[in-house]
Nanobody
Framework: VQLQASGGGLVQPGGSLRLSCAAS????????MAWYRQGAGRQREYVVIISRAGTTNYADSVKGRFTISRDNSKNTIYLQMNSLKPEDTAVYYC?????????????WGQGTLVTVSS
């Protein structure tokens, strides 16, 4: 299973970005899909998760500003990030659980850098 994340970049405070993460490879189904982030010198932290049915759960730090969505036909999730703050600067990683011939496994994408700065 491969995860391709894209959409990162440099944006000014208050601006917006949209991240995407597409899953490909050999699997029967994908379960939960999530975004995590890791700022410089910090531990990786949870941002948001979405179930196959569309149930979501956001970290308090991004509630009301970030919106996750999912297209099961494309095995892709999106993260719309609005009202960005400098503290949102981080490498954003997508994470999924998928079921293959060996059962359920957890996978990470390569990360995409988001920099919020004036």
């Amino acid at each position: 299973v491969q995860l391709q994340a894209s959409g990162g970049g440099l944006v000014q405070p208050g601006g917006s970005l949209r991240l995407s993460c597409a899953a490909s490879g050999n699997f029967f189904e994908i379960g939960d899909m999530a975004w995590y982030r890791q700022g410089a010198g910090r531990q990786r932290e949870y941002v948001v998760i979405i179930s196959r049915a569309g149930t979501t759960n956001y970290a308090d730090s991004v509630k009301g500003r970030f919106t996750i969505s999912r297209d099961n036909s494309k095995n892709t999730i999106y993260l719309q990030m609005n009202s960005l703050k400098p503290e949102d600067t981080a490498v954003y990683y997508c994470n999924i659980v998928s079921r293959g011939t060996g059962g359920w496994n957890n996978y990470w994408g390569q990360g995409t850098l988001v920099t919020v700065s004036s």
